[in-house]
DNA sequence: CCGTATCCAAGCCGATACTG
DNA sequence: CAGTATCGGCTTGGATACGG
């Protein structure tokens, strides 16, 4: 289960020394754009209109991203077609048609999240382990 | 310039795939780990007790983290250590000292995000270039 | 030194209602 | 169909004060 450390791993150093020829603001967009990663729908909605190979509309998205709000919706397809990660075309019928693509960028995101996900689905059981133990303990977890 | 895609670059639907194995507590755990990732403080904060190579006290990561409140740190640590990813030794001594270091397991996570991480901070001008367009497109025209 | 307790302001997000 | 508008509960996190 355990896989040999490969030698070309990057260390988090290199990052902060890479971080470090960014302007402020690139620095602030970089952590900005780290956020989606965890943000409540902007992953899954870009993986659901990825995973279908071809344009589709907000109502069908809206059945895939279980749970997710209308409000919410437009919200989230808005800030990643604003961050060039899917794009919307509007066509110019009555009733009214969008439809949404992932973008190569979109693509390019998704791959780069992968691997990560992958890593800490296969981890799960270990930090159930560790919050277990810890609860245990009986320490107090820290209040808001 | 552009790298050949590796064959065996991982799919979207193969994540989708090994999480339907997972229960539903698992799945959800999945999703708040991931989550730490883009927390405000937790990464930055991991980073600096990992940088370090030594046992760090409360005090010194706080001046790491710049702008950070007590509060937070006491909450961002306590989930770190609740976690695995980091560990917290109490001293019983006067003043109390406090020691925290990093685990395997936040060793593994910050290695596992760093790639994305790089990916992130050298796409930043192409993000910013998307939103310079979006927004010079300003509010969508009724014609076009 | 290392926290906890309390207050509060800001933002997220669901529910609901309405529009072109 | 694909939004926009409004409300209100909930969470986040900073400031401040206090405790062991």
Redesign the interface.
Known sequence: MKKSVKKS????????E??ET?TE???A???E???????KWSLWTM?VV??IDEPMRFSRIMEHVEGISQKSLTKTLRGL????LITRK?FAEVPPRVEYTITA?GS????????????????????????A???DRG?Q????
Chains 1, 2 share one sequence.
Do not use: H, Y
């Open positions: 791993k990057l260390s988090w150093e290199e990052i902060a890479f971080c960014l603001a690139e620095d967009l970089t952590r754009m780290v956020s989606r990663i965890s943000d993986s990825a995973d077609e604003r961050d060039g509007v960028l390019e995101m998704l791959d780069n999240v992968a691997p990560l996900w992958l890593w800490t689905a296969k981890s799960v059981q270990r930090f159930q382990a560790c919050r133990a810890f609860d320490v977890p820290a209040r808001k």
